[in-house]
Every structure is written in C-alpha cells, then in structure tokens.
T-cell receptor, first 110, second 116 residues
Framework: TQLLEQSPQFLSIQEGENLTVYCNSS?????LQWYRQEPGEGPVLLVT?????EVKKLKRLTFQFGDARKDSSLHITAAQPGDTGLYLC??????????FGQGTRLTINP | KAGVTQTPRYLIKTRGQQVTLSCSPI?????VSWYQQTPGQGLQFLFE???????NKGNFPGRFSGRQFSNSRSEMNVSTLELGDSALYLC???????????????FGPGTRLLVL
C-alpha cells in the first residue's frame, strides 16, 4: 500500500505552460518534503513544509501543505525545459522512516 | 560543507556475488538511510542507522544488510546478488534532534548497480 499517492505519474507539456502536481495521503505528517531528481543523480531537496496551510515559493514553484497536513501540491508557473525531472514528495512522522510517493515524471518540451 | 558522498558511483557484478557500497554523510549528520530506486518500484526504504544502531528497517530480505561506524559513515552489503537487485542505491543523511525527530534528508548521487 502506497501511503503517499502522487498524481499525475507522467506529465509532458510545452514550455510556458503552468502545471500542478499533487501528493495525497490519508495519513497526517509532521512535515512534507519535495525533491527533484535528474537522471543518474540523487534527489535534491526543493522545500520542506511543516505547518498546515503553509505556502512556500521558490521562484516559479509554489508549494502548499494541506490544512490537515495530509496532502500537498506543487505548482509550476511558466514551465521551462530546465524544470524537467522526477518530482518526489516525502512525508515525515517524527522518528519514523520517511515515506516517499512514487514520483511524477515531468517533461517540458521546448 | 561537503555533501553526501557515495562510492563507487557505478558497479557491475554477476549473479551470486556480493557487493559493499559506502556512504559518507554530511559532517555532523548522525542518521544515514539507504534506499533502493528502480523504475518499477520507485524509491524503497532499506534501513536507517543512527549512532551505529539500526533504527528503522524496510521490507527487504536478509541478503541486504548495513552498518554504521563511529564517524557516522555507513556501508550496505548485498550478498548472493540477483538480477532484480540491479538498481540505483541512494544514501541520505540527516540531523536527528531532540525526541529522535529526523530532520530533512539530504541525498548522495547514488551507486548504480548492474547485476548480470
């Protein structure tokens, strides 16, 4: 059973378009992290959200943590080819192991 | 501050062999976690070590083992390799604060293992 469900699993859009990736769970997390991974490399942390309802912005990327701390979204405005990669969300529950979603493979076409 | 380093970056083995992978965490990080990543299964948790003790364990067979040294460096070992063990093995380190709470994990570049 996948505790964190990401959708969509695959997304291919044109440069300049907007997109949203979702990370959903029935479990409550103390924090949630978003990573981006490029081929042949390890995931690189983008952001950590901790408070329910929290919104964080990283240039054209906007991250939101749900009020109940069970879900999160990543919105990218005016996508660029450099945004291409595998986006992973991961939920933390105190001292327990980090739980990862299956990932969203994003391709931005020039 | 140097990031998480993993060696080797690439490895080719044959079925039945064993392999040892190494991970050096970020200085000051005492928790090291290992993950297996494959296209079909995604990122699967193997185990976590903290202060030389295994603190959490995933659902992998006993052929997968690990250890952590006093300087927080960690190794994982896979014995009797199978074709299905071909994967990217990732190591991540993190701080552990009061109450055993694990902070953000920082990943290394991974070791790409191919079993023939």
């Amino acid at each position: 059973t996948q505790l964190l469900e990401q959708s969509p699993q695959f997304l291919s859009i044109q440069e300049g378009e907007n997109l949203t990736v979702y990370c959903n769970s029935s479990s409550v997390f103390s924090s949630l992290q978003w990573y981006r991974q490029e081929p042949g490399e390890g995931p690189v942390l983008l952001v950590t959200v901790v408070t329910g309802g929290e919104v964080k912005k990283l240039k054209r990327l906007t991250f939101q943590f749900g009020d109940a701390r069970k879900d999160s979204s990543l919105h990218i405005t005016a996508a660029q080819p450099g945004d291409t990669g595998l986006y992973l969300c991961a939920g933390a529950k105190g001292a327990q192991k980090l739980v990862f979603g299956q990932g969203t493979r994003l391709t931005i076409n020039p | 501050k140097a990031g998480v380093t993993q060696t080797p970056r690439y490895l080719i083995k044959t079925r039945g062999q064993q392999v040892t992978l190494s991970c050096s965490p970020i200085s000051g990080h005492r928790s090291v976690s290992w993950y297996q990543q494959t296209p079909g299964q995604g990122l699967q948790f193997l185990f976590e070590y903290f202060s030389e003790t295994q603190r959490n364990k995933g659902n992998f067979p006993g052929r997968f083992s690990g250890r952590q040294f006093s300087n927080s460096r960690s190794e994982m070992n896979v014995s009797t390799l199978e074709l299905g063990d071909s994967a990217l093995y990732l190591c991540a380190s993190s701080l552990v604060v009061a109450g055993g709470i694990q902070e953000t994990q920082y990943f290394g570049p991974g070791t790409r293992l191919l079993v023939l």
